[in-house]
Nanobody, 124 residues
């Protein structure tokens, strides 16, 4: 079992910065990739950024050059450094972990796990 706990959300002014953290616990050896998603009011949840154990990174176009995703495997923690924040970045941000494709890691039938979310509000 893997559990994810996000932190770092809050209120920030446009142009400001904020860093989100996602602490993973449990069977963390089963984590293959991790990602940040967000869901704004009235919108569908969207992928913001993702990393793999190989070090690859992906960003949605709207946050490229502003956000940086990183993963500290020793601490089992995922980070999202957000700079130059804009009002449209306002959303609940969710941490996601996708499991390795092995019998042991997929024994419960789940492919991924989600955190509870942390709210980021960008406003004057």
């Amino acid at each position: 079992q893997v559990q994810l706990l996000e932190s770092g959300g809050g209120l920030v002014q446009p142009g400001g910065s904020l860093t989100l953290s996602c602490a993973a616990s449990g069977d963390t050896v089963c984590i293959a990739s991790m990602a940040w998603y967000r869901q704004a009011p009235g919108n569908e949840r969207e992928l913001v950024a993702a990393v793999t154990n190989a070090g690859g990174a992906y960003y949605v176009d709207s946050v490229k050059d502003r956000f940086t995703i990183s993963r500290d495997n020793a601490k089992n923690t995922l980070y999202l450094q957000m700079n130059e924040l804009k009002p449209h970045d306002t959303a609940v941000y969710y941490c996601n972990a996708h499991f390795r494709n092995t019998d042991a890691c997929l024994s419960r039938g789940d492919l991924e796990v989600w955190g509870q979310g942390t709210l980021v509000t960008v406003s004057i």
